[in-house]
C-alpha cells in the first residue's frame, strides 16, 4: 500500500515536470515577458528616462503626451511586443511631446522584436534576419509643422493608429516645432498589420517640424515603408533603410524638408519603390518643396523599382544612384476622363513646369531616356499622347546632368556614416 503511494506519487511529479517542460517549449511565440525586462504601457505623461542597463518591453502602444520629454540613454534596447490590430505595439511621440534618443556610434538606441534573442550590451541579436518582418509595430513622432492633408485642413490623424484616438493628430503652422532628437537609432522587424493594406512604418513622421533632430537613423526588415513622411519640414541625414516590403523613403501631404546621405537596399518578392513621392493633397502648404539629395537605392535580387514620382509630386532629387533595376524613375500623368482626356495637374505637370527636378544622378545599364519614364493608370487617355509626354520628359530633363555611367560618382556622400548599422555589419552595402 505504501509502495503503490509512493509510485503514485513520484509518477505525478514526472508528469508535472513534463508539462512545465511543454510549457516553457511555446514560450517563444508567446508575447508574455519571460525576461526580467520593464514593460511599459499607455500613456507617459511626465519626463521619464529609459535606461540602458535595462530592456524595455512595449505592450501596446506608448504613448508620449503634451509637455513630456521620453529620454532614451545610449546603448538602451527597447522590444515591442507581437499583436495586431490594436494591439500592434508601438512608441508615438504626440504632438506637444518629445523623445530625446541619442545613440552614439558604440551605443546604438535599438528597437526590435520582444522575439529577438539581442541582450544588453549587444548590436546584434542571432535568431532574426533580414527575412524577420511584422514581428512588432514601430516609432511614431507626430509634430505640429504645416500638412497638406486631402480634405484641405492643416491637421490629418496618422495612419496606425485607430482613428478615435486623439493622441493620432498631426500638423499644424509651427514649421520650426521641436519634437526631440533622434541620432543612432536602429528600427528592426517591425510592420504590424492594424487593418486591410494598413501597416506600421519602421519611422513615421507627421508634421515633424525643422527644430527637430534627425540623423544617423537604421530602418531594417519592416512590412510596410522604411520612413513615411506626412507633410512636415524636419530634415534628415545619414539614413539606411533595407529589405523594406514596401517603399524605402515615402512621402505625402508636401513634405517640405531635406533628406540627405541615405543608402537603401532593396530585396524580397514584396517590395516596392526606393522612392515613393507625392505632392500636397489639399488647398493648404502647396508651396513647400522636398530635397533628397546624396542617395544610393540598389535591388540585390532585381524587385522593386527606383522611384515613382506622382500625385503632384514636388522638389529635387539630385546625385542619386540607381542600380539593378528594369524600372528606375517613374514619372505619373493624370487626365480628367469626364472632360475630353484634358491633363490634370500630377508629376508630369510639374516635371515640365520646373517644379520636379531629377538631376545629376546616375545609372548603370541602359540609356539617360531609360532612367525615367511617364506613366499613366487612364491607358485610354494615356495612349494618344504617350509618345509626347514622354518627349517632352527628356527634352525638359535630358541638360540635367543625369548619366550612364560604368561606376558611380555620385550616390551616397559619407558611407563611412553607416558604418555603425546591422545593415553594414552583414554586408549588404558596399563601399
Avoid at 161 to 174: K, Q, R, S, T
Avoid at 236 to 263: E, K, M, P, R
Avoid at 395 to 419: C, E, L, P, R, Y
Wanted: charged share 25%; hydrophobic share 35%; proline share 1%.
Amino acid at each position: 500500500m505504501t509502495k503503490n503511494f509512493f509510485k503514485t506519487m513520484l509518477l505525478l511529479v514526472v508528469i508535472v515536470a513534463f508539462a512545465s517542460c511543454k510549457t516553457d517549449e511555446k514560450k517563444g511565440d508567446d508575447p508574455t515577458p519571460t525576461t526580467n525586462n520593464e514593460v511599459v504601457s499607455g500613456l507617459i505623461d511626465v519626463n521619464t528616462t529609459w535606461k540602458a542597463d535595462k530592456i524595455y518591453e512595449l505592450a501596446g502602444k506608448v504613448i508620449v503626451g503634451d509637455g513630456a520629454t521620453l529620454t532614451i540613454e545610449a546603448g538602451t534596447i527597447i522590444k515591442g511586443r507581437t499583436g495586431a490590430g490594436s494591439l500592434a505595439s508601438a512608441l508615438v511621440v504626440s504632438k506637444g511631446g518629445k523623445v530625446n534618443a541619442a545613440g552614439t556610434a558604440a551605443k546604438p538606441i535599438i528597437f526590435t522584436s520582444i522575439l529577438d534573442n539581442i541582450k544588453i550590451g549587444e548590436k546584434t541579436g542571432t535568431n532574426l534576419d533580414e527575412n524577420d518582418r511584422e514581428k512588432w509595430g514601430g516609432v511614431i513622432i507626430l509634430g505640429k509643422a504645416p500638412v497638406s492633408t486631402g480634405d484641405g485642413d492643416t491637421e490629418g490623424h496618422i495612419e496606425g493608429i485607430p482613428a478615435d484616438e486623439a493622441y493620432g493628430a498631426y500638423g499644424g503652422d509651427d514649421a520650426a516645432d521641436n519634437s526631440g532628437t533622434l541620432a543612432y537609432v536602429s528600427i528592426r522587424h517591425g510592420g504590424a498589420v492594424i487593418g486591410d493594406g494598413n501597416e506600421i512604418n519602421g519611422l513615421t513622421l507627421g508634421g515633424v517640424g525643422s527644430g527637430t533632430v534627425i540623423h544617423h537613423i537604421e530602418i531594417l526588415a519592416n512590412l510596410d515603408d522604411g520612413i513615411e513622411f506626412f507633410g512636415g519640414t524636419v530634415n534628415v541625414s545619414d539614413v539606411v533603410i533595407a529589405f523594406q516590403d514596401d517603399d524605402g523613403l515615402d512621402i505625402d501631404q508636401n513634405y517640405a524638408g531635406t533628406i540627405d546621405n541615405f543608402y537603401i537596399v532593396h530585396g524580397g518578392s514584396g517590395t516596392d519603390e526606393g522612392l515613393e513621392i507625392d505632392g500636397p493633397e489639399g488647398a493648404t502648404h502647396t508651396d513647400g518643396l522636398f530635397t533628397i539629395k546624396n542617395g544610393t537605392i540598389r535591388t540585390i535580387d532585381g524587385n522593386g523599382s527606383g522611384a515613382d514620382l506622382k500625385s503632384k509630386a514636388q522638389g529635387t532629387i539630385e546625385n542619386v544612384t540607381w542600380e539593378g533595376y528594369a524600372k528606375y524613375v517613374k514619372v505619373s500623368a493624370k487626365f480628367d476622363t469626364d472632360n475630353a482626356c484634358a491633363a490634370k495637374t500630377d508629376a508630369y505637370e510639374h516635371a515640365i513646369d520646373g517644379s520636379l527636378t531629377v538631376k545629376n544622378c546616375e545609372i548603370k545599364t541602359g540609356t539617360v531616356e531609360d532612367m525615367y519614364n511617364v506613366h499613366s493608370k487612364q491607358e485610354d487617355c494615356f495612349s494618344n499622347v504617350e509618345a509626347n509626354y514622354q518627349a517632352a520628359l527628356d527634352a525638359a530633363w535630358s541638360q540635367n546632368g543625369n548619366a550612364v555611367v560604368a561606376s558611380f560618382t555620385k550616390g551616397a556622400s559619407d558611407k563611412t556614416a553607416f558604418d555603425w548599422t546591422w545593415t553594414k555589419a552583414k554586408g549588404f552595402i558596399i563601399d
